[in-house]
């Protein structure tokens, strides 16, 4: 099934081949620099991190359906949680597997976490800052709300606006990367985000034009 949206593709599909693109997880291994892992795991020489296991995360994943329902309670808001897949319509191998669309007038995206009862919105926004940043660059929408969980004692909703110059910096770095998936180019270990700040990238031996579509 395929849709129009801010002339940005939206395919609703159920499994995903995360190895034909970059996601929201993937922008936030690239901002913090694990270049290599994630060119092993979309190269096919290193299978992905089995999270089958993992509370947290199956946590997050079992309960955002609840996380829905309590933010449409607690904000009046009404949510459309069918599974879709946006791509962004310039670089299709940019995609965002998002958890819900705001509906109604106030045009939005929803991001659900549960975490632990520790850390705050602030923390849990500045950690998932790259995924958010993806997201709505990938869609074209202006804002995000963090629905998210704090142990099983507290709930908040933050509201993120889209970052242009930081979602300039992360395309930098995710046409970059994936220009070292295609060309099977081997990257360093590890890649500071602040050197995408910048419309070219050097490893000592080549300079590559950073937003090339090659």
Known sequence: ?????????????????????????????????????????????????????????????????????????????????????????????????????????????????????????KKQADKYKAQIQHYLMVTGYPKLYFSAFYGNMKWEALEITADAEFQEQLLNAEVLFWHFVTTKKEPPEHISFDNFNKKEFSDGRTIIPILSRA
């Not at 996601?23 to 291994?29: M, P, Q, V, Y």
């Not at 946590?59 to 449409?72: D, R, S």
């Not at 459309?80 to 940019?94: A, G």
């Open 1 to 121: 099934m395929n849709d129009k949206e801010n002339d940005n593709e939206i395919k609703f599909v159920g499994e995903f081949d995360r190895k034909q693109g970059i996601g929201g997880s993937d922008a936030t291994k690239l901002y913090n620099g694990e270049w290599h892992t994630l060119w092993l795991e979309k190269t096919g020489d290193a299978e992905p991190v089995d999270l089958s296991d993992v509370l947290p995360v199956q946590m997050g994943v079992h309960t955002e359906p609840f996380n829905i329902q309590w933010f449409e309670k607690q904000t009046g808001l009404k949510v459309s949680n069918r599974q879709e897949t946006f791509f962004h319509k310039d670089y299709p191998y940019l995609y965002a597997h998002v958890d819900g669309l705001i509906l109604g007038e106030d045009k939005a995206l929803l991001e659900c976490k549960h975490t632990n009862a520790f850390t705050n919105s």
